[in-house]
Nanobody, 121 residues
Framework: VQLQASGGGLVQAGGSLRLSCAAS????????MGWFRQAPGKEREFVAA????????YYPDSVKGRFTISRDNARNTVYLQMNSLKPEGTAVYYC???????????????WGQGTQVTVSS
């Protein structure tokens, strides 16, 4: 499956962005999906995940209540709605997919190319 992340950009602190992750090659309906981010000089960090079977979502405390992951299987797309963005959210955001793995580690089998999000203070 090929993943294409989009929707990044420059936003002021407190603003919102919605990232999209479109898939081609295979349907995402039976893939667990995750979003990660990586800031310059830092390790890749888990941001959100959603399971395909029950649609259960997972977030770290750092984004809980501000970020929402969702999926539209008809459009073969997963979204990450980001509200109340903070400058420390500046990073390249990656989407990931896996038919079996669902978790916070970067063990997903398929990755998109990333989209840059810059949050100005």
């Amino acid at each position: 499956v090929q993943l294409q992340a989009s929707g990044g950009g420059l936003v002021q602190a407190g603003g919102s962005l919605r990232l999209s992750c479109a898939a081609s090659g295979r349907t995402l309906s039976r893939y667990n999906m995750g979003w990660f981010r990586q800031a310059p000089g830092k390790e890749r960090e888990f941001v959100a995940a959603i399971g395909w079977r029950l649609g259960k979502t997972y977030y770290p405390d750092s984004v809980k209540g501000r970020f929402t992951i969702s999926r539209d299987n008809a459009r073969n797309t997963v979204y990450l709605q980001m509200n109340s963005l903070k400058p420390e959210g500046t990073a390249v955001y990656y989407c990931a997919a896996d038919p079996t793995y669902l978790g916070v580690a970067d063990e997903y089998g398929y990755w998109g190319q990333g989209t840059q999000v810059t949050v100005s203070s």
